[in-house]
């Protein structure tokens, strides 16, 4: 193997040199240079539109599920809201207007009709808002009252039973759970189905929906004799 010297290398390096200086080498790196930096833009700018497409992908996607958390997040509170209220049918309407006349008088109404039908445990602290449904016409609109929790509500629901015997013109109201509209349709199929079982039944029993609007439900009560 042949060993370079000092004087050797200085040599080679002088002889490059000199190429260099002469144009050749030079040129042939200048171009090789050039056309290197040329595929270097073209590949930043081929990456950079990659990765800008990739971040509106990404930031779209975010955007995406960011609304889809918040829309089941409020559609959960509107379910824990409509678990702690009813709706009151039939009860009679104010003719008056304003927080003064129709809303006071039917406040007073609706503590009227859970004080019976709770053994006067219920109370107006219980209640957490209520107001009528739809706009104001001839008859009665439906009014919905939000309770503070579910146990209030639950209270009330389950001493429906002595609607019948209250006074003054209260007997004839209904009650019902304040139910979403995939809720009520599923509840109509059941009363349909439950008034179907009645009809073959010997008479000995009545059949009812009954349960929570997660967890309704037909349920077959014996007759009083």
């Known amino acids: 193997m042949k060993k370079w010297s000092l004087v050797h290398s200085c040599q080679y390096v002088s002889k490059l040199t000199e190429k260099i200086q002469k144009g050749g080498l030079k040129k ?69 207007d304003g927080r003064d006349g129709g809303y006071l008088e039917d406040r007073n109404k609706v503590i009227q009709v859970f004080s019976k039908l709770s053994s006067n445990i219920t109370k107006d602290a219980d209640i957490k808002r209520l107001f009528r449904l739809g706009k104001k016409r001839e008859g009665m609109r439906p009014i919905l009252i939000e309770f503070v929790n579910k146990e209030a509500k639950n209270l009330i629901m389950e001493n429906l039973f002595k609607i019948k015997s209250l006074e003054d013109g209260l007997n004839n109201i209904g009650i019902g759970h304040d139910l979403t509209k995939e809720q009520r349709e599923e509840c109509k199929k059941l009363v349909i189905e439950a008034k179907l079982r009645e009809s073959k039944d010997s008479g000995e029993y009545k059949y009812r929906v009954r349960g929570s609007p997660a967890n309704l439900r037909i349920v077959k009560i014996k007759r009083d004799t």
């Open 28 to 96: 042939k790196i200048e171009n090789e240079s050039e056309e290197t930096n040329t595929k270097t833009q073209k590949w930043s700018a081929l990456f950079a539109g990659h990765v800008g497409g990739l971040s509106k992908k990404v930031k779209t996607d975010v955007e995406t599920v960011q609304k889809s958390i918040i829309d089941k997040f409020q559609e959960n509170q509107h379910l824990e809201i409509r678990e702690r209220s009813i709706i009151i049918y039939r009860l009679n309407e104010s003719t008056k």
